[in-house]
């Protein structure tokens, strides 16, 4: 058996260990768990978790420790855990903007770090994770890290560098559609629709539609075409997102979110 420990089990953390302990790889990994909220360890020992009593114990019943935790915290649980970090230790970051130079600094010399982005549909096997590792971590060990999050969703391996920039892609990105929906659906009642049947209908329509960018092999350009009536209603729709800036604010979205993943990196 393989333990993996989770410093930190609020919704990502306690995400992870619902899709490890629903999964093949419950058969061969044991969960550890720690965290300051008793109601939070109650729900990780409901995916079969170990409750630790600190950091450091996580750190010292586990090769392989996530830090679960949000990016202001880190500095507290690295100087707790800090002693009980082992050479061979895996520490697998989701702390939105922090590098693994960092980790280590902290840490030990060349510690093994996998930087994570997941996002939140991990809580139904929809996830949609980014992972970089650093130079030290042998191919054996990033495969079991990356095996986890692929027995929750899609994941895609990208360079350190990057992994700022992808926060507002996958990371952050489902509150954005979330506020996209929002507007629909707010459309939809004040023009007398019932909100929860267009809910049902918009939502389906986000994951068909997701399903036409990924399986129909048709290009994001195509895909719209083929929506697109020359002088219909969808035509009429699209000329005032463009006239709004549509594009231009999803960019300036983008960019204010890899900006602040900057700020809390320093």
Known sequence: MTNVGFIGAGNMGYAIMKGIAG???????????FDLSEEKLTAAKQTGASVCKSASEVFDCCKYVF???????????????A???????????ICAGISDEYIASKTVDGAKVVLVMPNTPLLLGEGATALSRSDSVADDEFAL????????????????????EVIAVNGSSPAFIYLYAKAF????????I?????????????IGSAKMLTDSGNSIERLIEMVSSKGGTTIAGLEKLREGGLEDTVKKCCEACTARAYELSK
Do not use: H
């Open 145 to 164: 890290v990356r095996s986890i999050f692929d027995s929750c969703g899609e994941t895609a391996v990208l360079p350190k560098d990057k992994m700022r």
């Open 67 to 81: 830090l679960a935790v949000k990016p202001q915290q880190l500095d507290d649980v690295l100087n707790e855990a």
């Open 83 to 93: 002693k009980s970090v082992k050479s061979d230790s895996v520490i697998i970051s």
């Open 185 to 192: 659906v707010d459309y939809a009642v004040s023009v007398g």
């Open 23 to 33: 999964s093949a790889l419950n058969n061969s990994i044991r969960l550890y768990a």
């Open 194 to 206: 019932d909100g929860e049947a267009a809910l049902k209908l918009f939502a389906k329509s986000l």
